[in-house]
């Protein structure tokens, strides 16, 4: 999982610069590479989930790695935007297997509130990536321009592959082996559906991710643009992606205590009114001082730490007979949301962060009614 991270957010100072040697006009534009990866992610996840069903998860895994490898040095080589996407998109594809399979072999191995203290302790590690990948991705772009980015990245999913290679046993027992057919998705797709649970977590899910990505692929405009800290962008993501390991490292304790639901109730109704809060106070307002915005995104991302692994255990709870088809349904539902509400709300952020939390407020709103249905559906 944190190949995909490192993916997202170490090109994330570069860019402007890459955005120039392609010739891109529309600044906004730059906010492509960053949604069109998680369209990949998206779409990816709905081939590589019904194939780890039937051939095993770590073999899939090595299809996904050598697609991500040869879309890498599509990206390197890109000379026009057209390009670019091109091999972003692929890059999500490919790495939509090691994204959604390691869900699925944490399913295979552990169920209930367990299984939620080992999703926070994957993600806790996923995010220690986001705080380190910015800042070496301006130290790469500054020293040996803006491919070695992509260089470092193949680097780093190689020493991976190895490590998954010598380490990680086949988790997929042969019982749970489904014969691979054309039907195996649709069949897959009836029965993810039966649960609402599954449904109601997952469409949770791509509101959350769709808040993250918003604030991903405008953060760089935000901070570099309308504050004009160029330098300082990646520190100022890195101690703000602290904030959400921080919360996930947290949750691996909290969870067993509490249970996923009840923390999941509580941090949902947090992001919901931090949201309203900023809203109500700087509607058709200048930007904040820097502290004062640093803080909101802070807990912001606080309680989307709390999330993260929670609403994503939640929804692949029931689903441990077809945990490959049921992590890829619910991976391909929640970033098909949230590419669209990343990319629109995104639009929007041009001289003021409003936009976003405006965004976030509508997101954290309907999360907290589709919590209310799910009691009263459970009542």
Not at 237 to 256: I, R
Not at 323 to 335: D, Y
């Amino acid at each position: 999982m944190s190949i995909v991270a490192l993916s997202i957010d170490a090109i994330l100072p570069a860019l402007q610069p890459i955005g120039l040697s392609l010739g891109i006009v529309n600044p906004n534009d730059n906010q492509l590479l960053i949604t069109m990866i998680f369209l990949g992610l998206g779409f990816g996840q709905l081939i590589f989930g019904p194939i780890s069903d039937s051939f095993g998860r770590k073999p899939t895994i090595y299809i996904g790695f050598l697609i991500f490898v040869l879309a890498s040095f599509v990206c390197i080589y890109a000379t026009n935007i057209e390009t670019m996407i091109v091999g972003r998109i692929l890059q999500g594809i490919g790495l939509s297997a090691p994204r959604t399979l390691s869900i699925a072999m944490i399913r295979d191995t552990f169920e209930g509130d367990y299984m939620a203290k080992i999703m926070s302790f994957v993600v806790a590690i996923f995010i220690l990536v986001p705080i380190i990948a910015p800042s070496l991705g301006k130290l790469m772009l500054d020293n040996y321009g803006w491919e070695s980015i992509f260089f470092s990245q193949l680097l780093f999913g190689i020493l991976v592959m190895i490590w998954l290679w010598k380490r990680q046993p086949e988790t997929l027992k042969p019982e749970y082996k489904k014969k691979f057919k054309a039907s195996l998705f649709i069949s897959g797709t009836k029965e993810f559906v039966k649960y609402r649970s599954a449904v109601v977590f997952t469409l949770i899910s791509g509101l959350i991710t769709g808040s993250f990505m918003v604030f991903l692929s405008t953060s760089q405009h935000i901070f570099q643009v309308q504050y004009g800290l160029i330098e300082e962008f990646p520190y100022i993501f890195g101690a703000l992606a602290f904030s959400v390991g921080l919360a996930t490292f947290t949750n691996g304790t909290l969870v067993l205590r509490f249970g996923m639901r009840k923390l999941v109730n509580i941090f949902t109704i947090v992001f919901a009114l931090v949201s309203l809060i900023y809203v109500a106070i700087f509607f058709g307002e200048a930007n904040p001082s820097l502290p004062v915005l640093v803080s909101f995104f802070a807990v912001q991302f606080f309680a989307i730490g709390f999330l993260f692994g929670n609403v994503r255990s939640l929804a692949m709870q029931p689903l441990g007979h077809i945990a490959g088809i049921g992590a890829a349904i619910n991976g391909f539902v929640s970033t098909v949301m949230a590419v669209p509400i990343a990319t629109y709300i995104g639009g929007f952020v041009d001289t003021t962060a409003l936009p976003l939390f405006i965004g976030f407020s509508i997101c954290g709103l309907l999360s907290v009614i589709l919590l209310a249905y799910m009691r009263k559906a459970s009542s």
